[in-house]
């Protein structure tokens, strides 16, 4: 294969990658054998000193890589200079309080914020920059009381997914002496008469097993203010179903609580409700089995809104009511073309968000389903929010784009009229990009959509940034990004795929890309690049590559089945072995979009694809660069030690094959402005070095 000089060296004979041991561990499964012979990387960085000096030595070789690279500063410099800006989300309004977090620019951690009015001052709650050193102890999930007297907040430590509660006062602005722990995947919901909370959490885990071990038997307790955890009050569990999670919400009118019950990532519940008004209320099962979505729009009485997927692949809304013994769904807003996302009922008026062709469109109708008309929105984009109370028709909702940064609007449903709340001051202009979206066939001929973004003045081939995820019926839309926008303005362009497998047209298009229709997803990925290529978006040897978590997995697939196609390819935190992937902490969810390592026709087709399991020797690769954390307890980054050394260790051409391991970070939430900024520097400069982009 010909190495253009923008590819040329450094080549790996110029860098010397640690030794890592290849152990002969074989394994057979349903008559194939595997080899597993990095799997003792596996083991948790904090329990193993051999695991932890490997990390140490591969940190050191990639940062002396990356130290080599003069776009490197240029980017740092500049990605400070744009996420500079403040950022607002939309305030929850409770007891006529508002309540919102607001990063000023470059904080590590958003701040809590409260104002007493909705245009009086703001005065800050929680500002979790002084929890720690390094900035990365954030603010979770955080829900104040009914009446706004209360706040209940998580804290995430160093990225993991366990939070520890705790409870503020907001007038004194002080914590109660409360602490709730061993919580993830937790909703958070107060009790009408704030009296405490309910939440729901995991047994504690065995000694050394917190950032590995299996989360099963979740349950659902009830935090009355003021005692200690071990005299919380166990509401809802299914012992006898341990692999079941449960989500617990209160009614609009504080008289149920409503628990959503799944087995995995699918859009399959089961609803128990708890008549909260009677102390000895049993649960009652009102949705039996696993098989459909549904979710709480609002209640008037005992006639509950719910969105679901019953009989209707691109959602609709339904009205049961539960005063009767079998509640039958009766149709209030019907099927549509577009595919809805979420609903909720603002004063009165029932408002329905959907995505058209992956751009939001936010529809008003009446109680009864009556169409009203749509609400306008700034744009082309993404709007999210409109939560409230059914008799308060003032709502918030922010809109984003990918040339416009999170715009906060005051929205009146019943007068349908909006005014902005918070808008950031830019220090670029929006009107120098050019947002398309296009539509390209995949290898089958489906028609596959995708956003293209580049300054007005570029025009030719230029180096392009290619993302995507493709999974767990996530819809990818248009949204801000600093880091995007800091490769953008030095002339490339940035291409975001509408992959089969997410939720962009409903269920028909996530069941298309995924179980054993897996390999949509890479070919709709691998049709992109042909197209940006053919169509001179971009040249050969100009493509990059990006996706993080299952789009990890996505890019380390491709990059093993077309290797040709791709200049330079950033998998982050990504699922990287298929045949283990179940085994650790949340892994085991994931089983509705990959299928079972267990079962052999799972089995089979996962091994076709798994990225660390099919490493071709013999064929260049393109440059990579790995992306993981020592404290990801959602993908568990063995999954990127293991792929990485696979990949050191083949005989796959003279690009580098590196992998950069941050300290104190997880999965994303919760990583700290400076972490991120250094990290996207990286992976600017890196992909930069192998597209060939000229970095001024």
């Known amino acids: 294969m010909t190495i253009s000089p923008a590819q040329a060296a450094p080549a790996d004979a110029t860098i010397a990658y640690p030794r890592t041991e290849a152990q002969p561990l074989v394994e057979e499964q349903f008559g194939v054998k595997v080899a597993d012979p990095y799997r003792w990387l596996e083991n948790d960085v904090r329990e193993d000193a ?129 602490s709730v722990e061993w919580v993830k995947f937790s909703n958070l919901d107060w009790a009408k008469d704030g009296s405490g909370f309910f ?15 299996l989360n099963e038997n979740q349950q659902v307790y009830f935090h009355r203010l003021g005692t200690p955890q071990s005299e919380d009050r166990l509401v809802y569990r299914t012992p006898d179903r341990p692999r079941l999670n449960h989500i617990a919400e209160v009614s609009d009118d504080g008289k149920w609580l409503i628990i959503t019950s799944s087995e995995g990532t699918d859009d399959r519940y089961e609803i128990t409700l708890v008549d909260l008004s009677r102390p000895d209320a049993q649960p009652r099962t009102l949705i039996k089995g696993l098989e459909h979505s549904w979710n709480y729009v609002g209640n008037q009485g005992s006639r509950f ?171 990818n839309t248009p949204a801000f990004s600093a880091g995007r926008l800091a490769w953008i303005e030095q002339g490339g362009a940035f291409a975001l795929v509408n992959l089969r497998g997410g939720g962009e047209y409903g269920k028909a298009w996530h069941d298309a890309g995924r179980l054993l229709n897996k390999q949509n997803v890479f070919d709709d990925f691998i049709a992109a690049g042909e197209y940006l290529i053919r169509e001179g978006v971009t040249g050969k040897g100009q493509l990059a590559i990006q996706g993080g978590s299952n789009g990890g997995l996505l890019v380390g697939a491709v990059t093993n089945q077309r290797p040709d196609l791709f200049a330079a390819a950033l998998p982050a935190v990504g699922v990287m072995d298929m045949l283990r992937f179940d085994r650790f902490t949340a892994g085991r969810y994931w089983v509705d979009d990959y299928g079972y390592p267990s079962k052999e026709a799972d089995f089979r087709n996962l091994l076709t694809y798994s990225p660390y399991h099919n490493v071709r020797s013999g064929t260049d690769y393109p440059a990579v660069l790995v992306t993981t954390a020592d404290t990801d307890d959602r993908v568990v980054p063995g999954h990127s030690f293991k792929y990485v050394s696979a990949l050191q260790a083949a005989a796959i051409g003279p690009r580098p094959h590196l992998i950069r391991i ?28 192998w597209t060939g982009l000229t970095v001024r």
């Open 199 to 213: 939440y729901s959490r995991f047994p504690q885990p065995a000694s050394g097993g917190k950032f590995q071990a």
């Open 50 to 178: 051999r695991v932890r000096d490997w990390v140490t030595a591969q940190n050191k070789v990639t940062d002396a890589y990356l130290a080599t690279l003069p776009a490197r500063a240029t980017f740092a410099r500049r990605l400070t200079e744009l996420f500079n800006y403040e950022r607002v989300s939309p305030p929850v309004k409770r007891g006529g309080r508002y309540f919102y977090a607001r990063n000023d620019g470059l904080q590590n951690q958003a701040v809590l914020n409260v104002r007493d009015r909705v245009d009086g001052p703001a005065r800050v709650l929680i500002d979790p920059n002084g929890w720690a050193k390094d900035g990365a102890t954030a603010l979770a999930e955080w829900r104040p009381s009914d009446d706004g007297r209360y706040l209940v907040y998580a804290v995430q430590d160093g990225g993991t997914d366990w939070r520890t509660v705790r409870v503020l006062d907001v007038e004194t602005g002080k914590d109660l002496p409360d």
């Open 662 to 689: 941050e300290t104190r970070a997880g999965h994303g939430a919760g990583k700290p402005t400076d972490k991120i900024i250094a990290e996207t520097a990286d992976q600017w400069a890196f992909i930069a070095r």
């Open 305 to 475: 809104l719910w969105t679901t997927n019953k009989g209707a692949p691109r959602l609709k809304i339904v009205a049961l009511d539960i005063a009767e013994a079998n509640p039958v769904a009766r149709d209030i807003v019907p099927e549509d073309k577009a595919t809805l996302g979420g609903a909720s009922v603002i004063g009165g008026v029932l408002i329905a968000s959907y995505l058209v062709d992956a751009k939001t469109e936010v529809r008003r109708y009446r109680p009864d389903g009556t169409l009203i008309g749509k609400v306008a929105l700034p744009g082309i984009g993404t709007a999210a929010g409109f939560g409230g109370k059914a008799d308060d028709p003032e709502t918030f909702f922010a809109f984003t784009s990918f040339a416009t940064p999170t715009t906060v609007f005051r929205y009146d449903a019943r007068s349908d009229t909006a005014q902005v709340w918070a808008q950031p001051r830019l220090t670029f202009k929006p009107e120098d990009f050019k947002v398309e979206q296009r539509f390209f066939a995949s290898k089958d001929g489906t028609q596959v959509p995708m956003f293209i973004v580049r300054r007005k003045d570029v025009t030719g081939p230029a180096p392009t940034l290619m993302y995507g995820y493709g999974g767990f019926n996530i819809s």
